[in-house]
């Protein structure tokens, strides 16, 4: 029998157990969003060792990510594929400072991806907050506890060698275990993981908005009166400021009636953890955690159910939890008079935002519903093209804005049950005639012919293509 000792101080002993070499594919969760001190830590030291070539795998990057640029520059990184880019390294994509074009995936195409081969990662480093000796690893415990592990699970199941990055090594066996010592082939013990005051960095911030109360406010009657049975019913809403609000609305809703909703979905946010405690939900599956107090729910409540992202979103999964969702509501940087999404690009281009679970969601739920203001900062929200399609307007149903409300024609089911509770349905040209009242016409952007980015559908197809800026 051969004793392993899984665990290491210094990353230098580490890549002697576990070498890192030219042209290998890494990998990296964002549970820690811009509170996240692993990737900067793991990138550096393998910068130090003077390997090249390397490509990135990340569930998403985040403008504290914006060091990856300068590793670009100089060769450490040469292609990187994600769910969301942001700041230096958006910028850096449209300019064409990239080797090869970004590759764009759904969490659920990335789940596909590792899964069926697609992706092979040769080392996942995985932060965790806390674990053992054995290799054991959850993010419930330990000083910089952030919630659920979901992203890094299937990535631990399916990576040639992981590794976690902890700032916790319990003395003992941990209690719960997100991710067993089986996958694990060693344990890197750091300063800090991170900040955890991250999490709830950016769009996760409630912001008081009497627009977004306006549009909340519409979706839950939206909800309401669009003929879903609610009680027993699966609900995912997001994580905006508008979505807080709508499920502060189907809260007071459900409990005057006595009813529950089977299970909420998604990123889960303090306000979600609040419906589970007051019986709104008889279950959270959570995949990623946007409040660090999730911690001590998953830990306390058998309801609150961590879950990994095949279980999410994989589209070779038949049992994938969104194939059982009946509500979704979703957000837009633009959508179009074809009900095409974009989330990922703004109007001008730029890439500003992550696909996240947008695709998987809208394609599997009942009912998709697009929670977005008519226009931001005197641009359009409704456009005759969008600037990106993210996710088809095959799988979008309505359109809430703060200044009415669409359904799409061929949800006559919709228009029929919203119509007879008395609310007006409108055609979203009638939404893009009053947006471009407000806004004039859009500028068409130009664009050169060189591919900057590439945006894939769940199963792996070309969805779209983002190009180089003029």
């Known amino acids: 029998m051969i004793k392993l000792n899984k665990v290491f101080n210094s990353f230098e002993e580490l890549f002697r157990e576990i070498p890192v070499n030219d042209g290998m594919t890494i990998s990296f969760h964002h549970h820690l969003r811009e509170g996240d001190a692993v990737m900067f830590q793991v990138l550096k030291s393998i910068q130090k060792t003077g390997v090249k070539g390397i490509t990135l795998a990340c569930t998403s990057l985040m403008n504290t990510h914006d060091f990856i640029a300068d590793m670009i520059s100089e060769g450490t990184v040469s292609r990187i594929q994600t769910s969301g880019l942001k700041g230096k390294l958006a910028a850096m994509a449209l300019n064409g400072g990239m080797q090869e074009p970004v590759i764009f995936r759904s969490h659920g195409s990335r789940a596909r991806a590792v899964s069926d081969g697609e992706l092979k990662v040769d080392i996942a480093f995985i932060a965790a907050s806390a674990a053992d000796m054995f290799g054991n690893a959850n993010a419930i415990d330990g000083p910089n506890a952030f919630g659920s592990l979901g992203y890094g699970v299937w990535e631990a199941q399916n990576a040639k060698k992981t590794v976690i990055v902890t700032d916790y090594l319990s003395r003992g066996i941990l209690r719960d275990i997100s991710i067993s010592q089986s996958y694990v082939d060693a344990v890197m013990i750091v300063p800090a993981i991170g900040n955890t005051a991250g999490v709830k960095e950016g769009s996760l911030k409630e912001r008081s908005n009497p627009r977004d109360s306006v549009i909340a406010a519409d979706v839950a009657k939206t909800i309401i009166n669009c003929g879903i049975e609610l009680d027993q019913s699966g609900i995912q809403m997001g994580s905006g400021s508008v979505s807080l609000q709508v499920g502060r609305y189907l ?38 955690s946007f409040d660090p107090k999730a911690c001590n729910s998953i830990r306390n409540n058998k309801n609150h159910h961590e879950i990994d992202v095949n279980t999410y979103a994989n589209p070779l999964n038949r049992s994938s939890a969104v194939n059982f969702l009946d509500i979704a509501v979703l957000s837009a940087t633009e ?60 799988n979008i149903d309505i359109l809430v804005t703060d200044f009415g409300i669409a359904v799409k024609e061929s949800r006559q089911d919709i228009i029929k049950n919203l119509t007879d509770n008395g609310i007006k349905v409108l055609k979203i040209e009638d939404l893009y005639k009053k947006c471009i009242s407000f806004t004039s016409e859009p500028c068409t952007v130009r664009f050169t012919d060189k591919v900057a980015a590439i945006v894939q559908t769940p199963d792996g197809k070309v969805q779209d293509y983002i190009y180089k800026k003029v």
């Open 251 to 288: 809260s007071g809703y459900m409990k005057e009636r006595d009813k529950k909703f089977k299970f909420g979905l998604g990123g889960i946010t303090q306000d979600l953890i609040d419906m589970l405690n007051n019986g709104t939900f008889e279950s959270l599956l959570d995949v990623q």
């Open 335 to 394: 959508i179009d008079t074809d009900w095409n999404v974009n989330v990922l690009t703004g109007s001008n281009g730029s890439i500003i935002g992550a696909i996240g679970g947008h695709q998987d969601v809208a394609a599997a739920s009942k009912i998709t519903i697009i929670a977005a203001p008519l226009f931001r900062n005197r641009i359009g929200v409704i456009r005759k093209k969008v600037t990106t399609v993210v996710t088809p307007g095959e």
